[in-house]
C-alpha cells in the first residue's frame, strides 16, 4: 500500500469525558474515551473494530462535532492539516465529511424516505434522489414510504442515500452493515471501495470482522476506549499470528469461519 | 410439543401481503435458522410468531392451544434493534425486570454488571442493551425464543460468548430457538436446519 498518500484525519490523544448527576447536586465525571490516536489517509479504507462500548461510535460522534453537552473533549483532530475546530466541523460536516449513523433511529419517522434523502440536494430534487435510490438497490416506490414500511437492511441503504454524495472527501460510516444480506453488502462494501478508490478517506466502524477484511486496507482494533492496535489487513489470517495483541487475536479467532464458540471455554467476560 | 403457523397471512398495505399463506414449524429444543433477502418478510414472520403482530389470516397454536393474552407471553422475540425495544426513560433494571425478577447468576451469565442496572439506555452501548434484552427474554416461562439478527451489533468475542450461553439455556430447558440471520456462516454454526425464506414462501403456495 501507498503510505505516501495524503493523511486527511489525524487524532492525536483524544479524550472524551463525560459529567453525569448521581444523586441530587453530586455529580460523577466518566471517561471512556483515553489517550487515543488513528490517523485515516485519502484513498484507503481504515476499519475500526472493537469490543461493543469501547468508544467506537463516540469517536466517530466527536469528529463530527455532536457528542452530547455533558460532555468534554481534549486532545487534537487535525483535518487535512489543519486543525478541527467547533466551527469547522459545523461548516464541513454533510459538505466534505459525511456520516453514516449506526442507529436507523436517526431517520424521521414521519417522513417519507425519499423526501429524507433529497435534503440538502441542489437542482432537481426528485431526479437525483431517485438517483441515489437507484445507485443503492432500492426503487421509486421504496421512496415513497415510511421508515417504519422498510426492512432494516433497507433502511441502511437509505441512511447511505442520505448522507454519501458528490464533494465528501471523508466518510465516517458507523456499522454500515449489520441486518443485511450478502447482495446488499457487497454492494454497500463495493461502494465504500469506490469512494476511497476515487480519492475519498474512508473511516468504517465495525463489528464484521469479514467485510472489513474484503474491502479494508488497515485495520485499528479499539478496547477501553484507547487503539490497542493498528494491523495491515494481510495480518488477519491463519491462527493470527502476525497480530500484535491478544485481544485482537481472540477477536479473529471468534468469527463463526474460525473457531466461534470453540474458543470460548472459561473466558472471562471482557 | 410445538409452535405451529398455518397459512398465515400477513402485510404493511392493504391488497399487498408479504406473506401469503405461509406455513412454518419450530419444535420444542430445535435450533433452526431462518434466512433470506432483507425486506423478504423474516422480521415480519418472526413478530407473527411471537404474538407480537396480528395476522390477516391463519393460524397460530402453541404446543396445541391458542395464544393467550394478559399472561406471561411463551414465545419471546428479541428484536434486531435493541434501542427500539427499550423505554427510554425507564433504567435497565426496570426493563429488565418487567417480566420477572432474574437472578445474579442469569446476570454474570451475560456479563452484565451491576453499574449498568441504574443507567438508562442512552448511557450504555448497543451491544450492552442488547444482553439486556436477551435476559428479559428468558423467563422462566419461555417456551420459543426468536431471535432476530440478534448479534448483528455485537463484536465477535461477545457474539460467540452470548451464543454459547443461549444454546446452553436452550438446551437446558428445551426452548425452541429460531435464529434469523443474514450470516450464513453463523447459521451453520448454530442451526440443525437452515431454511430459506423464499422457499418457505413458494411452499406455501
Not at chain 1, 112 to 133: D, H
Not at chain 2, 56 to 79: E, K, M, R
Not at chain 2, 123 to 137: K, L, N, P, W
Not at chain 2, 151 to 166: F, Y
Request: proline residues 4%.
Amino acid at each position: 500500500m501507498n503510505t505516501k498518500k495524503k493523511e486527511i484525519l489525524h487524532v492525536e490523544g483524544l479524550s472524551i469525558s463525560f459529567r453525569q448527576y448521581t444523586h441530587g447536586w453530586q455529580q460523577r465525571t466518566i471517561t471512556p474515551i483515553k489517550a487515543l490516536n488513528i490517523n485515516v489517509r485519502a484513498g484507503e479504507v481504515h476499519a475500526v473494530i472493537g469490543a461493543s462500548g469501547s468508544g467506537k461510535s463516540l469517536l466517530a460522534h466527536a469528529i463530527l462535532g455532536i457528542l452530547p453537552a455533558n460532555s468534554q473533549c481534549n486532545g487534537y483532530i487535525f483535518y487535512k492539516g489543519q486543525l478541527l475546530t467547533e466551527q469547522r466541523k459545523e461548516t464541513l460536516r454533510g459538505r466534505k465529511i459525511a456520516f453514516v449513523p449506526q442507529s436507523v433511529n436517526y431517520l424521521d419517522p414521519l417522513m417519507k424516505v425519499g423526501r429524507q434523502i433529497s435534503l440538502g440536494l441542489n437542482g432537481n430534487k426528485k431526479l437525483q434522489a431517485n438517483k441515489l435510490l437507484k445507485a443503492y438497490g432500492l426503487t421509486k416506490i421504496d421512496g415513497q414510504k415510511y421508515p417504519y414500511e422498510l426492512s432494516g437492511g433497507m433502511l441502511r441503504r437509505v441512511l447511505f442515500a442520505t448522507s454519501v454524495r458528490e464533494g465528501i472527501e471523508l466518510i465516517i460510516a458507523d456499522e454500515p452493515t449489520p441486518g443485511i444480506h450478502q447482495e446488499a453488502l457487497q454492494a454497500v462494501l463495493k461502494e465504500l471501495r469506490l469512494l476511497a478508490d476515487n480519492g475519498a478517506a474512508v473511516m468504517m466502524i465495525t463489528h464484521d470482522i469479514k467485510s472489513a477484511l474484503t474491502i479494508g486496507d488497515r485495520v485499528t482494533v479499539m478496547r477501553e476506549g484507547t487503539a490497542i492496535e493498528t494491523s495491515s489487513v494481510s495480518a488477519f489470517s491463519g491462527e493470527g499470528n502476525k497480530l500484535q495483541h491478544p485481544y485482537t487475536k481472540m477477536l479473529w479467532l471468534s468469527i463463526p469461519e474460525n473457531q466461534f464458540i470453540n474458543c470460548q471455554e472459561d473466558q472471562p467476560w471482557l | 410439543m410445538a409452535l405451529v403457523a398455518e397459512n398465515i397471512s400477513v402485510g404493511y398495505q392493504r391488497k399487498q401481503p408479504l406473506l401469503k399463506e405461509v406455513s412454518f414449524s419450530l419444535e420444542s429444543g430445535q435450533v433452526k435458522g431462518l434466512y433470506g433477502e432483507s425486506g423478504c418478510g423474516k422480521s415480519t414472520l418472526g413478530k407473527v410468531l411471537a404474538n407480537m403482530l396480528k395476522p390477516w389470516s391463519g393460524s397460530l397454536t402453541i404446543d396445541g392451544q391458542n395464544f393467550a393474552q394478559n399472561i406471561y407471553q411463551p414465545v419471546q422475540l428479541i428484536y434486531q434493534h435493541p434501542e427500539k425495544a427499550l423505554n427510554p426513560r425507564w433504567t435497565m433494571e426496570r426493563s429488565l425486570q418487567e417480566g420477572f425478577i432474574p437472578d445474579k447468576d442469569l446476570l454474570s451469565k451475560f456479563g452484565i454488571r451491576d453499574e449498568w442496572l441504574t443507567r438508562y439506555p442512552a448511557e450504555i452501548s448497543g451491544g450492552e442493551m442488547q444482553r439486556f434484552c436477551i435476559v428479559r427474554a428468558l423467563g422462566e416461562k419461555t417456551k420459543y425464543l426468536i431471535a432476530d439478527e440478534m448479534t448483528t451489533m455485537l463484536d465477535a468475542i461477545t457474539q460467540a460468548k452470548i451464543w454459547q450461553e443461549t444454546l446452553a439455556i436452550c438446551k437446558e430447558r428445551n426452548i425452541g430457538l429460531l435464529v434469523i440471520s443474514h450470516e450464513m456462516a453463523l447459521l451453520r454454526r448454530l442451526c440443525n436446519k437452515i431454511i430459506n425464506m423464499e422457499e418457505l414462501k413458494k411452499c406455501s403456495l
